[in-house]
């Protein structure tokens, strides 16, 4: 079978290898569709460390069963999302629901954990969610980002979301508009997005963003008090991962505000301490998503409360995976926003 390998920085290779079998307990899944996460990109150019080479990226999936072990549970032919963090479920992690931290196993197509960017998979049962035949395969493969922006939306109460007369969401690539959109599915009111790309910020106001900042066109900061008439924001939610945006994402608060991190791209940066402390902020950290919130996202995308069609930008036979990741290298105007892989 043809699988895509990442083999070195800003490298790409297609190979061919072997069908992986399913064996007891596991299924054979056949690759359908596949997302391009900004930490494929990222870790394509180098940027990271968060992928090893030589190996197979990829953890947005969706595909189909072409095998199934004896006494399964899911049937061959059945439509199916793959949640892609291992996990143990017998830890103390596990039993608080917190499988995205469970230390039993890293996220498939991360390091050197081989993932999804292939015609066949092997699964074991407990990872496998069916989906409707009335979502595309690539629709179903948004579950996995959609579920990212659902953890950190769900890290704010209803309360909060009610009170806010202003919220910040800064960075309007994949997960950030889904955020957008799940804030404005909760009932916040005054949704404004920061990104450094005008295309993105159209999509931005495509999601239900309420004002949108172009964070190279002036002060920053005296954007977000000219929209909130002073006030700033009552809660932020980060979604870059750079020492800046950190920044940017406290700056905007105002006494008593809340900032949400999603974004990993930078392992460490210089925050204002005594902003934090003598203005009583909260920071609260997000790392990628339970098995109940993968669930539910997912059972959003079926139900149609989430329209993820305005991000869907790009398609790529898994054949030219390599051209893909050329192409992202030079996506400057971030005119590219979800590209994907498919496999007929």
């Given at each position: 079978m043809k699988a895509l390998y990442y083999v070195g920085e800003k490298s790409m290779e297609m190979r061919d290898i072997p069908v992986p079998t399913a064996g007891p307990g596991r299924y054979l899944v056949k690759v359908?569709?596949?997302?391009?996460?900004?930490?494929?990109?990222?870790?394509?150019?180098?940027?990271?460390?968060?992928?090893?080479a030589p190996m197979i990226m990829g953890h947005e999936v969706a595909g189909v069963i072409a095998e199934a072990p004896a006494a399964a549970k899911h049937a061959v032919g059945t439509r199916v999302v793959i949640f892609p963090k291992p996990f143990c479920g017998e830890c103390e992690f596990c039993k608080k629901g917190m499988v995205n931290v469970c230390p039993s196993g890293i996220c498939m197509g991360v390091l050197d954990q081989d993932g999804s960017m292939t015609e066949f998979v092997a699964v074991e049962e407990k990872y496998l969610i069916p989906f409707a035949d009335t979502l595309s395969f690539s629709e179903a493969a948004m579950t996995e980002p959609l579920a990212v922006a659902y953890r950190s939306v769900q890290k704010l109460s209803d309360q909060e979301i009610a009170e806010a007369a202003h919220c910040l969401v800064i960075g309007a690539g994949t997960i950030g508009l889904l955020v957008v959109a799940l804030?404005?599915?909760?009932g916040a009111k005054h949704v404004i997005v920061a990104d450094a790309t005008d295309f993105r910020l159209g999509v931005a106001r495509t999601m239900g963003a309420d004002a949108t900042i172009n964070s190279r066109a002036g002060d920053f900061i005296e954007a977000v008090k000219t929209l909130t008439d002073g006030r700033l924001c009552d809660f932020s939610i980060e979604a870059v991962g750079i020492g800046a945006t950190a920044a940017n994402s406290l700056d905007c608060l105002r006494i008593g505000g809340t900032a949400v991190w999603i974004g990993n791209a930078q392992k460490l940066v210089e925050v204002n301490m005594q902003k934090i402390v003598t203005t009583e902020l909260t920071i609260k950290g997000n790392y990628v998503y339970d098995f109940a919130g993968f669930e539910a996202s997912l059972k959003l995308l079926e139900q149609g409360r989430i329209d993820v069609s305005p991000l869907m930008t790009n398609v790529y036979p898994l054949a030219d995976?390599?051209?893909a990741f050329r192409d992202l290298e030079n996506n400057r105007e971030g005119k590219m926003l979800k590209v994907f892989l498919e496999n007929a």
């Amino acid at each position: 079978m043809k699988a895509l390998y990442y083999v070195g920085e800003k490298s790409m290779e297609m190979r061919d290898i072997p069908v992986p079998t399913a064996g007891p307990g596991r299924y054979l899944v056949k690759v359908r569709a596949n997302g391009i996460c900004g930490s494929d990109v990222e870790g394509y150019l180098g940027k990271t460390g968060r992928r090893l080479a030589p190996m197979i990226m990829g953890h947005e999936v969706a595909g189909v069963i072409a095998e199934a072990p004896a006494a399964a549970k899911h049937a061959v032919g059945t439509r199916v999302v793959i949640f892609p963090k291992p996990f143990c479920g017998e830890c103390e992690f596990c039993k608080k629901g917190m499988v995205n931290v469970c230390p039993s196993g890293i996220c498939m197509g991360v390091l050197d954990q081989d993932g999804s960017m292939t015609e066949f998979v092997a699964v074991e049962e407990k990872y496998l969610i069916p989906f409707a035949d009335t979502l595309s395969f690539s629709e179903a493969a948004m579950t996995e980002p959609l579920a990212v922006a659902y953890r950190s939306v769900q890290k704010l109460s209803d309360q909060e979301i009610a009170e806010a007369a202003h919220c910040l969401v800064i960075g309007a690539g994949t997960i950030g508009l889904l955020v957008v959109a799940l804030l404005k599915l909760r009932g916040a009111k005054h949704v404004i997005v920061a990104d450094a790309t005008d295309f993105r910020l159209g999509v931005a106001r495509t999601m239900g963003a309420d004002a949108t900042i172009n964070s190279r066109a002036g002060d920053f900061i005296e954007a977000v008090k000219t929209l909130t008439d002073g006030r700033l924001c009552d809660f932020s939610i980060e979604a870059v991962g750079i020492g800046a945006t950190a920044a940017n994402s406290l700056d905007c608060l105002r006494i008593g505000g809340t900032a949400v991190w999603i974004g990993n791209a930078q392992k460490l940066v210089e925050v204002n301490m005594q902003k934090i402390v003598t203005t009583e902020l909260t920071i609260k950290g997000n790392y990628v998503y339970d098995f109940a919130g993968f669930e539910a996202s997912l059972k959003l995308l079926e139900q149609g409360r989430i329209d993820v069609s305005p991000l869907m930008t790009n398609v790529y036979p898994l054949a030219d995976g390599v051209q893909a990741f050329r192409d992202l290298e030079n996506n400057r105007e971030g005119k590219m926003l979800k590209v994907f892989l498919e496999n007929a």
